[in-house]
């Protein structure tokens, strides 16, 4: 079966490489099929490429080739890729990526188009890269109400989080040092602001409740007002600070979906997640927790998810997959400062017994060379627009999520 | 459509009470099919169970029934549930199970059933209980070779070690805590000896590698061995002693498949399993080491991957899934003994120059009340007859796999 591949940068050239590596593993898995590479997309040149005879800087030579039925598109944001998903859906060809920015954003149109075409769009690899979680959550746990998921969705900032915590690493110091191991870009907002996990959580709360949430439904904050002096407190409460997308089911008509740090406590399998790893936490009703973990980036974790996906539409070409995933609505995704209640950590220039008049009862923590000015403390369970009132006039340093999983 | 119940037992009556309060969740994700209990099979007499009126005695009830399109078979054991599941499948009905031991012994005569019946027969409740891994195994790896497996595959002694770890508890005492708990039966000796673990090792070699493994294939060692001298010794090396499951590919035409208590280093992330939930670390030449984790059994969270499957059979009558498993050979498992090579943790009556003259090198291990004739320590990697017979003429307490995973 011919197929195509859209962008050749890290991903789309570990796609070509792992179709090439794999091809006995591949022809078993799909029963016979062999995946041949037909057109590789990409605007720049690659002359010594063993591929050369492959590249095509034309769309319309793998849109207009009958005999391409799979592509997949690793280009990465929304602009052109989504044109691009949405013509080839329409034609029929099945669609497979790993670009979460356009399922977050698009990926309720982009399915519509599949349907259309009576295709499939499969996106494995948009959310924990080589982890599988998309067809657990909407196969596995289909006899479960989903009350809620957790995960390490980045692993950037884990990366940076585990420096800090294991190394008493500045955010500073780890970030460079995440940018000379590449697993940082130059520009890192996407990743320390938290937008790339934000993508993710988009993704599984459209999956796991059937409803599309968009990026700018949810309350994203990254990690750099992180610092040595709240690990060091929260490890001695035997926590740990880490990035999470959480996703809280509070009734048939709406969801809270925030991206944060958060404070996990040691014992969570969340807490163990180090480096550039991730995992996702999925509490069901029926089955309790249950994580996945692995690498969640990454050359050739992220191309064997796509081509498993690519495996996956060989085998079921003219019979769709069909994931409940409809329409959004404006206040779905409720304001969780509202709604969710947990406890708080929060540093502050306060003195205890100011802390005792505010709160009725706090577990004080303490850190190494803490001035005698400042306290650190975690609340007990209340809402963070609660949190905020009690402590409107104070002098906080820094306030961060506790989280129950 | 309308399904049967083959076992009215913890797992039976819980895929009852999930397919009744899960109704809305399961027509969302079967597009709008509900699941109709007809019939519920059990030589018991349950007169007070509201559902009375479907039970039955006769299996043919169920055989006979043109409208049962779909039956869960959670009787265990594999008679008579093999010739009720053959007789159903060749019928046409599709048949899901959570009954590892029959998947273990007769998966691949079952899957050619089915085949011959065009219809399916699902077992994502037979490893892990509530816990994802067949379809990640088959559908979301398929683009890897898979080098390994290691799985902490039984709740029950998991339990028991975690108690001999964290509370210094004696073997004996956890056993029963696990009785008084519900974890354990009155007859321990499937989850001790390691039989129950071995069944699922059976099942998950027979899919990742494609040729059925029969339990008398797995050298199969259960943990009653295991002394807290043993678990002080390891625990000085930063190590927990687990019961694993552990499966090696070797070449296109052997693998090694071995149940043993084996030492994982903390850090690992089968380390942080505790109590009886379960956790799965598949390792892909491609996607790295991806781990799986939560309850292993239990009431809902297996009657939970049943209905699942249910699901799944119920949006593709007639359309089968297709299992790369066929005929295994005598020689496909080869002993491990002889090809793989580890580090071992041996506990012996020796003297430390003693211990060096007979192993070039070793990292000895220390405990509280250690003996003063007593050595612990871990050796180099080696097979384990090479270290047998190093050992040989040695007055040995105890010896235990050390795993790289």
Known sequence: MKIAVMGYGTVGSGVVEVIESHSRVIMERTGGEALEIAHILDLRDFPEDPHRDKFTKDFGDILNDPEVKIVAETMGGVNPA?????RLLKAGKAVVTSNKELVAQKGLDLLKAAEEGNTNYLFEASVGGGI???RPLTQCFAANNIEGIAGILNGTTNFILTKMIEEDMSFGDALKLAQKNGYAEKDPTADIEGHDACRK???LA??????HVYPSQV???GITDITLEDVSYVSSANGVIKLLGQIKYIDEDSI???VSPAVVYNGSQLASVRDVFNAILVRGDAVGDVCFYGRGAGKLPTASAVVADMIDCA??????KIFGWSNGEEDYVVDYREKIEMPFYVRAKMSESRVKNVFSEVKFLSRKGQPSDEVAFITDKMTENELMEKLSG??????IKVTNY
Not at 82 to 86: A, C, K, P, W
Not at 206 to 211: D, Q, T, Y
Not at 315 to 320: C, L
Not at 394 to 399: D, G, H, P, R, S
């Open 256 to 258: 809270a979906a925030f």
């Open 201 to 203: 959580v988009c993704i």
């Open 219 to 221: 309350a994203t904050q």
């Open 132 to 134: 599988p979680i998309i």
């Open 394 to 399: 104070e002098k906080v340093l820094n306030i």
């Open 82 to 86: 989504y044109d691009f998903t949405v």
């Open 206 to 211: 459209s999956l796991a409740f059937g409803k």
């Open 315 to 320: 085998k079921h070409v003219n019979r769709r």
